[in-house]
T-cell receptor, first 114, second 113 residues
Framework: EAQVTQNPRYLITVTGKKLTVTCSQNMNHEYMSWYRQDPGLGLRQIYYSMNVEVTDKGDVPEGYKVSRKEKRNFPLILESPSPNQTSLYFC?????????????FGPGTRLTVL | RKEVEQDPGPFNVPEGATVAFNCTYSNSASQSFFWYRQDCRKEPKLLMSVYSSGNEDGRFTAQLNRASQYISLLIRDSKLSDSATYLCVVNRAPPYGNNRLAFGKGNQVVVIP
């Protein structure tokens, strides 16, 4: 089954404790993104990757890191989480193309930073 | 002006009725438009792409008005299962890359029995 998976789905942590949210897709998509979704705001892009070893900042990259060592995986790293990073996070993948294609989203990770 | 604007609602719709809402976008150079559906606390899923000529998928019709820079979604014969938030999504024109998207906050639809 074609899918994007994220782990963990739920996480409660404390300020400053490093964490990683994993994202994996099995569709051989070149393009992957991380978004956060907060009440009253639309989805905002944190980081994106156009292919292996190619990453770039999105609209709200502060406090986050990413890596793309393999095509299928795109982990999101919070080196020192803070309460303002409490949010619902989605990973998404899409094939490369000359026009935007359908974004396939993971099930989301609900993060609470105390 | 925000990149993508939507009236969040909620839109309370009697079962069987028709509901329509618009989404405006700010960048006239945007070329690709989508409606995504998001159920509460779940991931967005593509509902339909929006083409210049307008397109229909069953009870759903999407329209694009480039002159006024808005897209619309119409749902006919609303079902209880249509209750969701509908996200308007627009590709960001250069200098952004091709797959950089701007998301609206969504139109929340509640279908009432």
């Amino acid at each position: 089954e074609a899918q994007v998976t994220q782990n963990p789905r739920y996480l409660i942590t404390v300020t400053g404790k490093k964490l990683t949210v994993t994202c994996s897709q099995n569709m051989n998509h070149e393009y992957m993104s991380w978004y956060r979704q907060d009440p009253g705001l639309g989805l905002r892009q944190i980081y994106y990757s156009m292919n292996v070893e190619v990453t770039d900042k999105g609209d709200v990259p502060e406090g986050y890191k990413v890596s793309r060592k393999e095509k299928r995986n795109f982990p999101l790293i919070l080196e020192s989480p803070s309460p303002n990073q409490t949010s619902l996070y989605f990973c998404a993948s899409t094939p490369a193309g000359t026009v935007p294609n359908e974004q396939f989203f993971g099930p989301g990770t609900r993060l609470t930073v105390l | 002006r925000k990149e993508v604007e939507q009236d969040p609602g909620p839109f309370n719709v009697p079962e069987g009725a028709t509901v329509a809402f618009n989404c405006t976008y700010s960048n006239s150079a945007s070329q690709s438009f989508f409606w995504y559906r998001q159920d509460c606390r779940k991931e967005p899923k593509l509902l339909m792409s929006v083409y210049s000529s307008g397109n229909e998928d069953g009870r759903f019709t999407a329209q694009l008005n480039r002159a006024s820079q808005y897209i619309s979604l119409l749902i006919r014969d609303s079902k209880l299962s249509d209750s969701a938030t509908y996200l308007c999504v627009v590709n960001r024109a250069p200098p952004y890359g091709n797959n950089r998207l701007a998301f609206g906050k969504g139109n929340q639809v509640v279908v009432i029995p």
